[in-house]
């Protein structure tokens, strides 16, 4: 199987179609994520995804109950929990509900403090164990006054990535800062099973670029 493409942070359903017309395999859709300008309500969410092939919810920060009630709801392919979700809550959520769980892990970002390579590797591991199918690695923005866990469009550390890739019991999509320039760069290094894009084929935030998501699939038809 080749590398796979998730075109995430989509708002509308032309974007959607777009993206399966290209041949990604995933769309990802962010669902009451407040401060996102790529957030969708729920109402919004069930017409994309019913427009789409592989949807994958995109949760942060919401209780097991939430998490049933959107899923049950929207009934997506995946969910994606961004945050603090344990690994012992992954466990209890995977036996209630339809969805694949997804759950993004923070690298941090390109030239800042070396990553925590072994606590990484034990997290995914753990999250392998408890019924995860797909860790997105994506980028830890640290600022004085806020963490940001994904989303930033900046790019991760490649060298800490490609050795969790390498050394993983998951498959692992990498995400953060990726666009059809550095694509090819970003799967020749780290090798992910994956690669997550949401700024990288925007014209504005929200809205998806019809060009560059089939320059994006261009590119990774002849990796």
Known sequence: MGIQVKICGITRVEDA?????S?????????EIGDSP??????????????????????????PA???KIADSLQPYA?????????????????????RIWKTVQVPQRGAEAAPLAELR????????????VVVLDTLVSLPDKQYQGGTGRVCDWET???????????????GGITPSNAREAITSVHPAGI???????????????????????IVRTI
């Not at 179609?17 to 017309?21: R, V």
């Not at 309500?41 to 209780?63: D, N």
């Not at 012992?88 to 995977?94: D, H, I, N």
């Open 66 to 68: 939430e998490i049933e």
């Open 23 to 31: 041949g990604a395999d995933f769309i990802g859709v962010i669902v």
């Open 196 to 218: 997550d894009l949401s700024s990288g084929v925007e014209t504005s935030p929200g809205r998806k670029d019809p060009h560059k998501i089939f320059d994006l699939m261009a």
């Open 79 to 99: 969910v994606q929990l961004i945050g603090e979700a344990t690994p012992g809550m992954v466990e209890k959520l995977a036996s209630r509900i339809s969805a």
């Open 122 to 133: 034990t997290l995914i591991e753990q999250y392998h164990s408890s019924g995860v199918e």
């Open 17 to 21: 179609l777009a993206a399966a017309e």
């Open 161 to 175: 990535a490609q050795r969790l890739v390498a050394q993983s019991p998951l498959p692992l999509f990498l995400a």
């Open 38 to 63: 790529r957030s969708v309500s729920p109402a919004t969410a069930q017409r994309i995804i019913a427009a789409s092939r592989a949807p994958v919810v995109v949760l942060l920060e919401k209780s």
